[in-house]
């Protein structure tokens, strides 16, 4: 199992608080890798649960972080992070309908995907960016 101190630099901001909660997105998406490539779903539920906790906590946090006076990407970093709990959501409501474990392998290979590309393109585009410039965040 990787440990939360296995973020890779790349991914780092150079913001302890913020570069911890990352990290703890990075320990998830391996664990829903272990979990796909070993398919056992055992985990399932605190993988999703997981998943969910995060974004609420960690967005709050973030979004605390924000200085809307001097950010001026502060409303569609906003609606990104919307767009994610909804997805979050959406997870979390399809094992409701179905709790197969098809179903469960089909959620975990959606979530894989998700938070692959986020990533990439929130983390490491959207969040650098806010963190690049001391007068975008407090
Ligand atoms: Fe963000």
């Given at each position: 199992?990787?440990?939360?101190?296995?973020?890779p630099?790349?991914?780092?901001?150079?913001q302890?608080?913020?570069?911890?909660?990352?990290?703890?997105?990075?320990?998830?998406?391996?664990?829903v890798?272990?979990?796909l490539?070993?398919n056992?779903?055992?985990?399932?539920?605190?993988?999703?649960g997981?998943?969910?906790?995060y974004?609420?906590?960690?967005?709050?946090?973030?979004?605390?972080?924000?200085?809307?006076?001097?950010?001026?990407?502060?409303?569609?970093?906003?609606?990104?992070?919307?767009?994610?709990?909804?997805?979050?959501?959406?997870?979390?409501?399809?094992?409701?309908?179905?709790?197969?474990?098809?179903?469960?392998?089909?959620?975990?290979?959606?979530?894989?995907?998700?938070?692959?590309?986020w990533?990439?393109?929130?983390?490491n585009?959207?969040?650098r960016?806010?963190?690049?410039?001391e007068?975008?965040?407090?």
């Open positions: 199992m990787n440990t939360l101190i296995d973020l630099e790349e991914y780092r901001l150079g302890d608080d913020i570069d911890l909660q990352h990290a703890v997105l990075y320990s998830l998406i391996n664990m890798e272990s979990g490539e070993t056992d779903q055992s985990n399932f539920e605190m993988i999703l997981s998943f969910v906790s974004t609420y906590l960690h967005f709050r946090h973030e979004e605390g972080r924000m200085n809307q006076d001097s950010y001026s990407d502060y409303e569609m970093h906003l609606r990104e992070h919307a767009n994610f709990e909804d997805r979050a959501k959406h997870y979390s409501n399809a094992l409701k309908e179905d709790q197969s474990e098809s179903a469960k392998k089909q959620v975990l290979t959606d979530m894989h995907h998700f938070l692959l590309d990533l990439g393109n929130h983390i585009r959207i969040d960016e806010l963190f690049s410039k007068a975008q965040y407090l």
